[in-house]
């Protein structure tokens, strides 16, 4: 859906400099955007790499006005949220599709003791058990699979092949992408006469409102009480989170983090991709972790930790410019040792071996 320049000032209620009639096909990157494509700018870093930009027209933050040179050669839209006008331009440009009401498909298998609310849509090939209880307004996609007794809250989405366990508990206005598994066991095992015997979990498994969980993301059942994802928290792709942990609210876990058993969190709390937190941890409210580091002991609240093993951004970074001098101190520690050879052998040369002995 095609707008011109002008159209989208007047959308965005943005101050315009530049072509009003400029056509807006669509977006892309500063990189990769064309004469008939928008792009925007946030920062003074990426200001810098719009002048190699083929971008016909660039939204800007209106406190990088200054910066610009006179004429560029974009249509220019100065707006105070530049990410966020972007994403109100490609809703624009990219209507999503229509929600269909299907109701509930004859091509999937429903237990009759399930209740579902209204304008809840069951795709063909999905699987409800006993007495699961939905909410209203839910997608369900095809494959999906409900084990019995799961309760869903309003509005929530779960794409194709999520498979949540028995007894698990989802909050209003959640999504799930596809295959994610929800309250499979804990990896849980104690050794008895040589042999690894599992230990049953008969916890469950509770994720809370405004929650959004990648692809392919596990969330493992508590061995005993419940394991928690808490409100707003929103897991990427590829993320572990093993039995009985408790996240607080609008935590972000990114790709490959994975969480041992028990560990806790606060609010607010982010980890970078690939981290690994040992079991019983706790990362306190508002605190970050930086990618592929390796947590075994707590984290502060408010703190950054780096590295393996993680600590405090400062130390971190100390100890990995030491590192890197590791070489020049190897090479300067065998000159040394070649010196201090070289007048043991004229000390013994002068005073005889039971002198050099001696001193």
């Keep these: ?10 959308l965005l209620d943005a101050e315009l400099l530049g072509d009003p009639e400029r056509v807006i096909a669509d977006g892309g990157s500063l ?62 440009l990219r209507p999503p599709r229509p929600r ?9 298998h429903v237990s009759p003791s399930a209740k579902i609310g209204p304008g809840t849509n069951v795709h063909p090939q999905a699987q409800i058990g006993d007495d699961v209880v939905i909410g209203a307004n839910c997608e369900i996609h095809p494959g999906v699979v409900i084990g019995a007794g799961c309760r869903l809250g309003d509005d929530v989405t779960l794409h194709p092949h999520v498979v949540l366990y028995p ?51 596990t969330v493992d059942r508590a061995m005993i009480g419940a394991t928690v994802v808490g409100a707003g928290t929103k897991l990427d792709n590829l993320v572990m989170i093993a039995h009985n942990c408790e996240l607080g609210r609008h935590n972000l876990m990114v790709s490959q983090v994975g969480l041992a058993g028990s560990v806790t969190t606060g609010d607010y709390v982010v980890c970078a991709g690939h981290v690994g937190v040992a079991d019983h941890v706790h990362l306190g409210a508002g605190c970050t972790v930086g990618s592929k580091a390796g947590v075994h002991k707590d984290v502060p609240p408010g703190e950054t930790y780096i590295g393996l093993p993680a600590g405090p ?10 590192q890197k001098k590791l070489p020049e101190m190897r090479k300067q520690l065998r000159e040394l040792e070649a010196r201090v050879e070289k007048l043991a052998q004229l000390l013994e040369s002068r ?9």
Aim: net charge neutral; proline share 7%; hydrophobic share 45%.
């Design 167 to 217: 007894d698990v508990t989802i909050g209003h206005r959640v999504t799930l992408h596809a295959q994610a598994v929800i309250g499979a066991d804990g990896f849980g095992y104690r050794l008895v006469e040589g042999k690894h015997v599992k230990v049953p979990h008969f916890g469950a498994v509770r994720i809370e409102d405004d929650v959004e969980i990648g692809a392919c993301t």
């Design 100 to 108: 269909r009401a299907i109701g509930i498909s004859p091509d999937a």
């Design 313 to 322: 951004v400062a130390e971190a970074m100390k100890a990995a410019m030491a």
């Design 31 to 92: 990189e990769n955007a064309g004469p008939q494509d928008v792009t925007f700018v946030a920062n003074e870093k990426n200001l810098k790499r719009l002048a190699k930009s083929r971008a016909g027209t660039v939204l800007v933050g209106r406190r990088l006005r200054d910066l610009l040179p006179p004429r560029p050669p974009q249509t220019v839209l100065f707006v105070d949220d530049p990410l966020a006008a972007i994403v109100a331009t490609l809703a624009q």
């Design 1 to 10: 859906m095609p707008l011109s320049a002008g159209a989208l000032a007047r």
């Design 351 to 359: 005073t005889g071996p039971a002198a050099t002995e001696a001193a």
